[in-house]
């Protein structure tokens, strides 16, 4: 098995279980005060891809986040 599919495959378990999990916790998050207002900036990737991303870091045994992802991640993203 290649990491392509490797990535997939870990990618697809990932998104499963943040939708179950997103459907459980419904009922048990508080909501959200909009009268505040919020510095972050929303962000670009949903949770079950940095959950992969992560997974896939350790998998790899890189010692640098920073290096695995700007010599391994972004460059994976411009060649598919």
Avoid: W
């Avoid at 490797?6 to 378990?13: M, P, R």
């Avoid at 048990?28 to 207002?37: E, W």
């Avoid at 940095?50 to 896939?56: A, G, H, T």
């Amino acid at each position: 098995m290649n990491s392509i599919d490797k990535i997939i495959e870990i990618f697809c378990k990932v998104d499963d279980f943040c939708k179950k999990f997103e459907k459980a916790q419904k009922g048990f998050v508080l909501s959200k005060d909009n009268n505040k207002q919020s510095r972050n900036k929303p962000c670009k990737l949903s949770d079950s891809e940095v959950i992969s991303i992560l997974i896939f870091f350790h998998l790899k045994q890189f010692r640098n986040f920073k290096i695995f992802y700007t010599q391994y991640v972004r460059l994976s993203k411009t060649r598919y």
